[in-house]
């Protein structure tokens, strides 16, 4: 009798487990949000596009490079746009500035 108990309770704890596992692998890790689940997109085109009439290139591609990455996603055209990105469009820097180009 002692041993059906122990089997029931082994076999409780183990789904369990595997319930908050899946429940784990579910959420996704990270600030990327639901766009984790979306293939890598090539921050390098993207950017580059976005910051091709952009008076400091390299600083505007790198920007733009750090936000893609973080984010998998760059608005259309060279400005503007945000409300297609929306974590693209809310990430600032240390003094509260958009840090997104």
Do not use: F, W
Not at 6 to 12: D, F, G, P, T
Not at 34 to 54: E, F, H, W
């Amino acid at each position: 009798m002692a041993v059906h108990r122990h089997l029931i309770a082994s076999v409780l704890i183990s789904v369990l487990l595997l319930q908050l596992a899946e429940a784990d692998m579910t959420q996704g890790v990270g600030n990327a949000g639901d766009n984790s689940k979306l293939p890598k997109m090539d921050c390098g085109g993207a950017c580059a596009a976005r910051c091709q009439l952009s008076s400091r290139p390299r600083l505007c591609q790198r920007a733009c490079g750090t936000c893609c990455a973080r984010c998998n996603c760059v608005p259309p055209g060279t400005s503007g746009n945000l409300d297609v990105c929306p974590c693209y469009a809310t990430m600032t820097t240390r003094d509260n500035k958009h840090k997104c180009p």
